[in-house]
C-alpha cells in the first residue's frame, strides 16, 4: 500500500470520526432539552452504518436454549465467577426478604474488612459500576440518558454516596409494584401473568436483564467481589415477580443474563477502560459515545 492510499484511508476514517461526533454533539443538545424521542431518533439514523454507530445495539447474546456447559465455552467466560455472581445475587435477595434491622448489625460485623477502604478505592468501585450499566446498555440497544459518579471528596463526606445511569426505554419500571420484595412476588394468578407480560416485550426483557446485572458484573470481574445489598437486584427480581415468572424460570433467566453480561464486558475490556476515564471526568453522553465507538 503506497504513501497516497495511506493517506486517503486515515482522511476518510477521519472524515466519518467528525461525521459521528457531530450527530453526537447534536444529541448532547436535545438530551439537555430533555427531548428524548428526538436524541433517539438521531442516533438510530446512524445504527450499524459507517461512520455511524457500529457498536450501539451490535451485541451477540448468547443462546438461551444451548447446554450449560456450551454456553460456557461459547462464551469463554469462567464458570465460577458466573457461580461468585450468582451467590452476591443470592444474598442480596435473602437480605431484601429478612427483618433488615435484625439482620443489618450483622452484615456490619461481616463487611467489617471491606469498611476500611479510602474514599479513593470506594470511588473506583462505585464508577466501574456505573461504567458497566451504561457499556452493557449502549452494546445491547438501549441509550444513556443520564449518568451520575460520585467523586472522591462526595465519598469522603458520605461513604455512602451512590451513582446511577438513567435509560431511555425502559419505561415499563413505571408499572412494576415498587413494595418491598416478598416471597409471594412470584405466586400471582394467570390472569395478572398475561396482562403484565403484555406490557413488555422479551427483547426489552432481555435487554433489562443484562443492563441491570451490568454493575454486579463488573464488580465481579474487576474487583473479584461485590460489596451486596445492591437496589439493582432488588429492582430485578421485583421485575421478575411482576411478569409472574416462578423461581425456577428466574434463576434461569438471571443466570443466562449474568453469563451475557460478563462475555460482553469481558470482550470489551478496552472500551470499558476508556469509559471509565470519560466518565469520572464527567463527560458528556455523546463524548462517551464516541469514546465507545472508538474502541471498537
Not at 26 to 41: C, I, M, P, Q, V
Not at 203 to 229: D, K, M, P, W
Amino acid at each position: 500500500m503506497n504513501l497516497t492510499v495511506i493517506r486517503a484511508f486515515a482522511w476518510a476514517k477521519e472524515t466519518k470520526g467528525m461525521r459521528r461526533r457531530r450527530a453526537l454533539r447534536r444529541f448532547d443538545k436535545e438530551l439537555a432539552k430533555g427531548n428524548y424521542k428526538t436524541a433517539h431518533s438521531l442516533l438510530k439514523q446512524l445504527q450499524h452504518k459507517p461512520g455511524g454507530l457500529l457498536g450501539f445495539g451490535s451485541a451477540k447474546l448468547v443462546p438461551k436454549r444451548i447446554p450449560p456447559m456450551n454456553r460456557q465455552q461459547l462464551c469463554m467466560v469462567d464458570e465460577s465467577l458466573v457461580d461468585s455472581i450468582l451467590c452476591s445475587i443470592k444474598g442480596s435477595i435473602e437480605f431484601a426478604l429478612s427483618d433488615e434491622e435484625v439482620l443489618l448489625p450483622g452484615m456490619e460485623d461481616a463487611m467489617g474488612s471491606e469498611s476500611d477502604d479510602s474514599p479513593y478505592e470506594d470511588h473506583q468501585m462505585c464508577l466501574q459500576h456505573e461504567v458497566g450499566h451504561f457499556l452493557v446498555g449502549y452494546l445491547v440497544g438501549v441509550l444513556p440518558r443520564s449518568y451520575e459518579v460520585p467523586s472522591v471528596e462526595d465519598i469522603t463526606q458520605d461513604k455512602f454516596s451512590q451513582g446511577n445511569v438513567q435509560f431511555l426505554g425502559f419505561e415499563f419500571l413505571k408499572e412494576v409494584d415498587i413494595n418491598t420484595i416478598s416471597s409471594k412476588s412470584f405466586t400471582q394468578g394467570k390472569l395478572e401473568i398475561k396482562e403484565n407480560r403484555a406490557k413488555i416485550s422479551s427483547q426489552t426483557l432481555n435487554r433489562f436483564l443484562c443492563v441491570i446485572l451490568g454493575g454486579l458484573a463488573v464488580e465481579h470481574l474487576v474487583f473479584g467481589y461485590s460489596e451486596l445489598l445492591h437496589s439493582d437486584v432488588q429492582k430485578l427480581y421485583r421485575v421478575l415477580g411482576w411478569l409472574c415468572f416462578n423461581e425456577n424460570e428466574a434463576d434461569s433467566l438471571v443466570r443466562w443474563a449474568v453469563l451475557t453480561t460478563l462475555s460482553l464486558l469481558s470482550h470489551h475490556h478496552e472500551a470499558r477502560s476508556k469509559l471509565a476515564e470519560a466518565m469520572t471526568s464527567r463527560r458528556s453522553i455523546g463524548y462517551c459515545i464516541d469514546v465507545i465507538e472508538s474502541t471498537l
